[in-house]
């Protein structure tokens, strides 16, 4: 058995160790305190239609075939809906450092859109049109080392490898050009980069939408910098970041590459980014695996094959983790008082909706939200539920409007599907919320003992004299 399958066993070990770690009793919130809650009823659309950049929803029978769409187009979501590569941009951050953005829309409310790690802007295909065509300005920016964003030169020249995806950082000193001594692909850099990015490019406080790893970056910006951020909506944030491998190996991810970490990196980064891989992941943590295709794995794959990919993965699974945990982040953010958007897959296997109800704990006054069927990346998975969500909220933040601290549910139609439709007909009303209440806290402290609440699906007007007499004082 050889010294790098042994490396690359005891890497894997302790980049599981903390996703382990979140079924741990120890981990799990005791208690949550019962709230309103809301939900959205979209179950009478049995497809949702996007008509290009102005999504729509549409009432069909189900099973009816999709030619019956008028004007109904074939191809994957995201071909139907990609933002056009002449919208692409970039910005030197430092010396060498190219960074990938785009910008829709040209008025209206600030956001940008930070994707998860392994993914860049792409993913959020399915949001950005309809998002912009709602007089919202939205960025969004591939973070170092993902995405089309990458050093323009060898971080670390010679000792490369011929394979694509190896030429870059495998040498034996770093590469002043590009400040090589600096890029260290870890989350520290990275807020540091959306703080910059916020700074120069956006030039004004915005509000911020992150899903996975962009959900924790975006709490890392906003509880360092609450001036340059009007807001936050995580969807599914991972609740850690580090996997404090360089606890115990001598190297925290800085350039050049040593040489034991290149056979660990050779095998393992080459049956990761393989197709077969990709898509076995993705399908395991999207409800509906149909949601996945083709298109997106060939989207993943593609930054792979950057020069500098192999040595970027190497540093990312090296890297420190932030200083401050995640929990003492959201109480910054609690104490700063910025609005915040919880918004969870409610199958996610990775981070399940317990570690939603622990931050919803530590931020009582923000909205939280489940989207049910979807997994780790509802924004992708449900972008008819998710749109909805993020635009209603960001015109009642631009309003105004205090965050109720409602616990709600987004039933989405398994049987949704998206085509493209160049149909110009008026898109009818939005689904209508209907407030509810979450079942009550009985004697013994846990959610659903013993009280009169009303349940989740119960007719609104089947509501207790007490539910009546606090609608009548709210009055």
């Known amino acids: 058995m050889s010294v790098g399958f042994l490396l690359s066993k005891v890497l894997f070990a302790l980049w599981a160790l903390p996703l382990a770690s979140s079924f741990h009793p120890a981990f799990m919130p005791m208690k949550l305190a019962a709230a309103g809650s809301s939900q959205i009823h979209l179950t009478q659309y049995r497809r949702v239609v996007a008509a290009g950049s102005g999504a729509r929803c549409v009432r069909m029978q189900a099973g009816e075939p999709d030619n019956a769409v008028p004007g109904a187009a074939t191809g994957t979501p995201e071909e139907a809906q990609a933002v056009p590569e002449n919208e692409s941009k970039y910005w030197e951050w430092k010396q060498g450092w190219r960074v990938h953005y785009q910008q829709t829309g040209s008025e209206g409310t600030p ?104 959900g924790y970056l975006s709490v890392m910006v906003a509880s360092e910098r609450p001036d340059l951020v009007k807001g936050l909506f995580l969807i599914n944030p991972t609740p850690f970041w580090g996997v404090g491998a360089q606890r115990v190996l001598p190297w925290t991810g800085g350039y050049p590459v040593p040489r034991w970490v290149r056979p660990v990196t050779i095998r393992w980064w080459d049956t990761i980014r393989s197709p077969r891989t990709i898509k076995t992941l993705l399908e395991q943590v ?53 609005p915040v958007g919880l918004c969870y897959g409610k199958e996610d296997p990775w981070i399940v909706p317990l570690w939603g109800h622990r931050a919803k704990r530590t931020l009582p006054q923000a909205e939280y939200w489940q989207i049910s069927p979807a997994g780790h990346c509802p924004h992708h998975e449900a972008p008819e539920a998710f749109n909805f969500l993020l635009l209603d909220w960001l015109q009642r933040m631009q309003a105004g409007q205090q965050a109720p601290g409602l616990e709600s549910k987004i039933e989405v139609p398994r049987d949704a599907r998206w085509h493209s439709s160049s149909s110009d007909a008026p898109p009818p009303p939005p689904p209508p919320l209907h407030p509810l209440h979450s079942p009550p806290q009985g004697r013994s402290g846990k959610v659903g003992g013993g009280g009169a609440g009303r349940r989740m699906g119960q007719d609104p007007g089947e509501r207790t004299e007490h539910e009546r007499a606090r609608m009548r004082a709210s009055e």
């Open 111 to 214: 956001l940008l859109m930070l994707p998860g790690f392994g993914v860049g802007g792409f993913h959020y295909q399915r949001n950005v049109p309809h998002l912009a065509n709602e007089k919202t300005r939205v960025w969004v920016m591939d973070i170092l080392g993902q995405g089309k964003s990458w050093p323009t030169q060898d971080p670390a020249p010679g000792g490369g490898f011929s394979e694509a995806g190896f030429e870059w950082g495998f040498g034996e000193a770093a590469n002043d050009d590009v400040q090589a001594n600096e890029l260290t692909y870890s989350c520290t850099m990275w807020k540091e980069q959306i703080i910059a990015f916020l700074e120069q490019v956006v030039g004004e406080p915005c509000y911020l939408a992150g899903n996975s790893l962009g």
């Open 286 to 338: 999207y409800a509906d695996a149909g949601r996945v295709g083709d298109h997106l794995v060939r989207q993943i794959i593609e930054p792979t094959e950057y020069p500098a990919a192999a040595s970027a993965f190497a540093s990312i699974l090296l890297s420190p983790p932030s200083p401050t945990p995640f929990d003492g982040m959201l109480a910054a953010l609690h104490k700063a008082q910025l």
